[in-house]
């Protein structure tokens, strides 16, 4: 399952039908009290960083989505049962944010008080024609400052239909997105078959929030994860690092971004590459960083490789496939220059996420009320295994995508993604001439170094900017 952009996806053709909260349903949410339980660090910067857009006039969409097919005719009572039972299943669906005044206030409905609404949309007979129509649709209706900021369709055709399911960043994280195929198949199989679907309970994001945010009551500007933001932020000249090349941007200015998905090794040569890692006395996620900092370090002249990394915060077993944002952030340093060879630097890489794993557990935003700043991250590089996600095996089959929002920003992100097949790279950077021409060439070098090194089984310094592959 690969994570791009819907643009990528290979649609089929068919007869479109959006599916949405009920009129009554989204009326009855306007008249709810207040809900206690807060909303989560993430999802507080998320909204009130679209409402200062707003203001400015900035509509930069930020969605996730998926889509996948289903085999057989649609049978509509059935998939909206499976909807239902799925809204149910995931109270961050029946829950949402608003502001007044100064003040971001929660409320959430019971999954009793939730219906459905079905529309008709068309017959399409060009996939493009799908992609462009939904593309838009999912812009406009999962903005993080109205309700419901998601909305789901399906395309039916005669042996099968594609379901596609787009959620505005506050519902959801990439880990999320990709539990979602196989729980819905199971969900629509049981309601076709009328039994019950046979998945485990899960916990409720809204639940975790509070969690989260009574945890965080308790962490001070002395607490050891908030020192080492600050040493970070201090040394990084008062902000965060950004991509380790020069993307072409102007201070203040805010680029149409663009995105691109590559394959990074093949399935022998990425099994050759975790079984280096592991030798090196690190992890996968540690090789990868250690190839990052060497690109860095040969393109970018940068002897230190700072970068900021996310980790997920699904820290009890009833979250581990919650639709939610459970991510945490940390900062990475990693002193390149000083490793003696790969398998060196992978140990430092190493090294830098464990002490980075505790750092994450601080959720951002309160460092960055503890630092009496706002620091937004500036570069970040993610890794998810998703081997194991149930459905994994089946997702080839099932022409199971996920989808992020390419939209505006400074930024360069990149997502480093292990599948059952491969390994590949997903980044979203500014669509200038340097943006393109310095971040192909990132993702050209770190592939030719993961595959010189799990063939070659590492590489050693030979001298200051000057790697070579170990005899």
């Not at 959620?167 to 994280?173: A, E, K, Q, R, T």
């Not at 992890?283 to 690109?295: C, E, I, K």
């Not at 700072?306 to 915060?313: A, G, K, Q, S």
């Not at 590089?381 to 081997?387: H, K, P, Q, T, V």
């Amino acid at each position: 399952m690969k994570l791009t952009w819907i643009s990528e996806y290979k649609a089929q053709p068919g007869q479109l039908i959006e599916w949405r909260l009920h009129p009554t349903t989204i009326a009855a949410a306007t008249e709810l009290i207040q809900d206690p339980r807060p909303p989560s660090y993430m999802q507080e910067i998320h909204v009130r960083a679209a409402a200062l857009q707003r203001e400015i006039g900035v509509e930069a969409p930020t969605w996730l989505g998926t889509a996948f097919d289903i085999p057989g005719a649609l049978d509509l009572d059935a998939l909206e049962s499976a909807l239902l039972q799925w809204i149910a299943r995931h109270e961050t669906l029946r829950s949402g944010l608003r502001l007044a005044g100064d003040d971001l206030e929660r409320f959430t409905l019971s999954p009793e008080a939730v219906s459905l609404d079905r529309t008709l949309v068309d017959d399409f007979f060009q996939g493009a024609d799908v992609l462009r129509y939904l593309e838009d649709r999912f812009d406009d209706a999962t903005n993080p400052l109205t309700w419901p900021a998601y909305l789901f369709a399906t395309v039916g055709r005669d042996d099968g239909f594609t379901v596609y399911l787009a959620f505005d960043h506050s519902n959801v994280d990439g880990y999320s997105i990709v539990h979602i195929p196989h729980e819905f198949h199971e969900l629509y199989e049981a309601a076709v078959k009328g039994r019950p679907a046979e998945l485990t309970e899960v916990g409720s994001y809204v639940d975790f929030s509070s969690v989260e945010r009574e945890a965080a009551d308790s962490v001070d500007a002395s607490h050891d994860s908030v020192l080492r933001w600050r040493d970070f932020v201090d040394t990084c000249g008062g902000g965060l690092p950004g991509f380790p090349l020069d993307l072409g941007v102007a201070p203040g200015e805010l680029p149409q971004q663009v995105g691109v998905c590559e394959w990074l090794l093949d399935l022998a040569d990425t099994k050759a590459f975790a079984a280096i890692c592991k030798a090196a006395g690190g992890n996968f996620l540690a090789g990868v960083l250690a190839v990052a900092s060497l690109v860095a370090y040969e393109r970018g002249d940068q002897p230190v490789y700072r970068t900021v990394i996310p980790f997920h915060t699904r820290s009890e077993e009833q979250w581990a496939t919650s639709l939610g944002w459970y991510v945490g952030l940390a900062p990475i340093e990693i002193a390149t220059a000083q490793a003696r060879d790969f398998h060196h630097l992978v140990a430092m890489a190493h090294e830098a996420v464990r002490a980075a794993k505790a750092v994450a557990q601080v959720p951002f935003g309160k460092v960055c009320t503890l630092l009496g700043t706002v620091v937004r991250p500036m570069s970040i590089i993610s890794y998810m295994d998703g081997r194991m996600i149930p459905g994994a095996r089946q997702w080839r089959g099932w022409n199971a995508h996920g989808f992020g929002k390419v939209s505006y920003g400074a930024e360069a992100f990149m997502w480093v993604n292990r599948t059952v097949d491969a390994l590949y790279v997903t980044c979203r950077y500014p669509g200038t001439d340097l943006g393109h021409k310095n971040v192909s060439g990132f993702i050209e070098q770190s592939r030719d170094l993961l595959t010189t090194v799990s063939r070659s089984g590492g590489y050693s310094f030979a001298g200051e900017s000057d790697l070579r592959v170990a005899a």
